[in-house]
């Protein structure tokens, strides 16, 4: 007899909002009664369905930028999140939460380094988080090419998710997952979310309004269809903010769908790592490369004009500039480091244990060091890998996400941007930024008319104050 099975995926995710020159977060303009949006996504969102017991229930992944913030900030909230992932892991053997990349970069558009840092970092988050190494992990925006999914096969990854109109095959069964073959020869699972239920759960309040209801007149109808056809799962996907901060309190919605309202109907709840545990994957497909679950024009909505932003004209040369910047950093950090460190790329990618606090920045570069450093070496090695943090920080994909250029999320960007060039500068001398100025300089705001030229010549000059008066 065939069952049927329900997966929720949750994607947990807040991207950078800390401001390089305080190292907090500024007061931000609509999250009141909270000082900041991630605060008041917090209570609205993230302690709820801690307190609930959400995290035992669906699958999910927290982005290690929200990790961080909630770590300083809400450390008991992390300790309730671990703990259910825990408990669902001695229940199972295998875990319901997934990995992601470091950063929330839009994966094809980033080089194979940074594909390789990124997930190299992002699994050393979840390890300390969870303290095992993940079997899954969701990509950024479900933004996906083979290089990324082969690059995560490298490192262990077993499956990701992604949205149906990423298979090739548009009648795709999305009820199993399949096998994708990767260029190296490796191959990863993947699960196929429910485009219907999805949609309903993410733009349809009414749709969650009440859990039986939902399971009633939503999922059994494409439960029932499969009827006699084996097991099969069906998964809905969303942005794990949808409950409690986009839809008020659906988290207790979620609370009693999956604990409740699926088990009264003979549907079992699942999770993707448990169900590659029970049911083998054997079956393959192919994808669309360059594509995503947020933007039906492949990934353009962060490189160039699409129609979700037709007038977005600043996207292009924003992207243009950090990307001829970002190699400008990288040729001098490898040009500087190569005489004292022995592998710069690999001192970057062993730079996650700085940031997940089990080494220390000196010792790590001294561990790294091809001979013994002078102090001055060893600052301007400090200084540049610090350069390398700000410089993929400043490739989150919110900064294209929106209409505008004079919004918190691009001119973070920018701040990153002159951040990292600032410190390459203090370290050697060079200003990475030399000669691209007239790039970010046709980026500019339909509202305000601010330049990105404006925003990081006077970026860059703040950190040429501060420093100066650090020396002083």
Known sequence: MSQSHFCVHGHFYQPPRIDPFTRTIPEEYGASPYSNWTERIFHECYQPNATIGNFQKISFNIGATLFEWLDQYHPETVRAITEQEMMVFQRFGVSNAMAQPYFHLIMPLASAR?????????????????????????????????????ALADH?????????????????????????????????????????????????????????????????????????????????????????????????FLSYLLDGAVEKQGIQHEFPALWMRDHPVEEFTEIIENTSWSCHHGIERWRDLCGDAPTAIWKKPLRQFLTQLADSIDVIYESRLNNVIRDPWLLRDEYSAVLQGSENIDDLIQRHASRSLTPGQSAMAKLLVQAQFERLRMFSSDAWFFFDLDRIEPLNALKYAAHAANLVEQATGQDPSDGLISIISQARSELSGLTGEMAFLGYLKKFENLLRLDQS
């Not at 190299?120 to 090419?145: C, K, N, S």
């Open 156 to 252: 262990g990854i077993t499956f990701t998710i992604l949205a149906p109109w990423q298979a090739k095959d548009p009648s795709l069964d999305t009820t199993k997952p399949w096998n994708v073959k990767l260029p190296n020869g490796k191959k990863i699972t993947v699960f196929f979310y429910n485009v219907f239920l999805s949609g309903e759960i993410s733009f349809n309040p009414t749709a969650t309004e009440n859990a039986d209801r939902f399971v009633q007149d939503w999922l059994i109808p494409r439960s029932q269809v499969l009827s006699g056809q084996g097991d099969h799962i069906i998964m809905a996907a969303s942005d794990g903010e949808l409950y409690g901060h986009h839809q008020q309190s659906r988290e207790k």
């Open 114 to 150: 940074e594909k390789e840092t990124m997930i190299r970092w992002g699994i050393q988050d979840y390890e300390t988080h969870f303290g095992r190494r993940p079997l899954g992990m969701w990509l950024p925006e479900t933004a996906v090419d083979l290089l990324s999914l082969e």
